[in-house]
């Protein structure tokens, strides 16, 4: 894998089984492997994922409960201490690499722990997600990822990558009552497929949060605009959740954000 393909972060589809998992071990070997056609299989990096002792290497997966089954859900405080180990340098490799298993079994709280090293990823650290199907996920989780199928060759399909520059738009669109600017804005959305409509969505409703709670800086909307535009991009996600087109939702903040 060539450095002008690598990703911070991977999305694996796929149903559980040795497929799956296979697919996991030689992405990581084209991650770690540092040969021009990677995963080159022989050397020392490539040798040691496939026997699955590398130590930088590191599997999340759910664990057992005080009976010993499973836990229903991978939890937060998991996430917590891989994104804590993610910014410690490497033992062996480039890179460090966490793969989660069922990426799809993170509870609500674990996904949004990701999501934070997922916005802003430590230099070194790549993540691999697998699971059956990517709809148990956030939204923004997928649409920070690269998708992949076992057996496919990366590629980012119809996601999002410029997520953050477009809630910067958007949000300096709304403080500067530019109608006709913000009527642009949103008809260029139009045509996003339902899942990027709701990245996109949640992505304004987190920025504006964030504003609210100082954690990013106001560009000039104001207390009341942003509790008036949070309560807009609410109504525009629940219609989405009820089938309605993005075409429609986007001609509602066309209408309704200024």
Do not use: W
Not at 6 to 11: D, F, N
Not at 63 to 83: E, F, H, N
Not at 163 to 188: K, N, P, Q, V
Not at 196 to 217: H, K, Q, T, V, W
């Amino acid at each position: 894998m060539s450095e002008k393909r690598l990703s911070h972060a991977y999305l694996l589809i796929g149903p559980e089984g040795d497929d799956r998992r296979e697919a996991a071990v030689r992405l990581t070997a084209e991650l770690l492997c540092r040969e021009p056609e990677a995963p080159c299989g022989v050397c020392r990096d490539c040798r040691k994922v496939f026997a699955g002792i590398h130590p930088d290497v590191i599997t999340v997966e759910r664990l057992p409960g005080d009976k010993g089954q499973l836990r229903q859900a991978i939890v937060v405080d998991q996430i917590r201490q891989i994104t804590a180990d993610a910014v410690v340098a490497p033992n062996e490799a480039d890179r460090k690499v966490y793969v989660i298993r069922e990426a799809d079994r993170m509870n609500p709280a674990a996904q949004n722990a990701l999501l934070k090293a997922l916005e802003d990823p430590p230099g070194r650290a790549c993540f691999i997600l697998c699971a059956a199907a990517a709809d148990a996920l956030l939204p923004t989780v997928r649409s920070r990822c690269v998708r992949r199928g076992p057996g496919e060759e990366a590629h980012r399909g119809e996601e999002l990558p410029e997520l953050s520059e477009l809630c910067r738009s958007y949000l300096t669109l709304a403080a500067g009552e530019d109608r006709g600017e913000m009527t642009r804005f949103c008809l260029l959305r139009t045509r996003l497929g339902r899942e990027d409509a709701e990245a996109l969505l949640e992505e304004f409703s987190n920025a504006l949060e964030d504003i609210l709670c100082g954690r990013r800086p106001d560009p000039g909307l104001g207390t009341e605009r942003i509790f008036k535009l949070t309560a807009l991009l609410a109504e525009a996600g629940g219609y989405l959740r009820r089938n309605v087109s993005p075409k429609q939702v986007f001609g509602l903040l066309a209408a309704e954000s200024i």
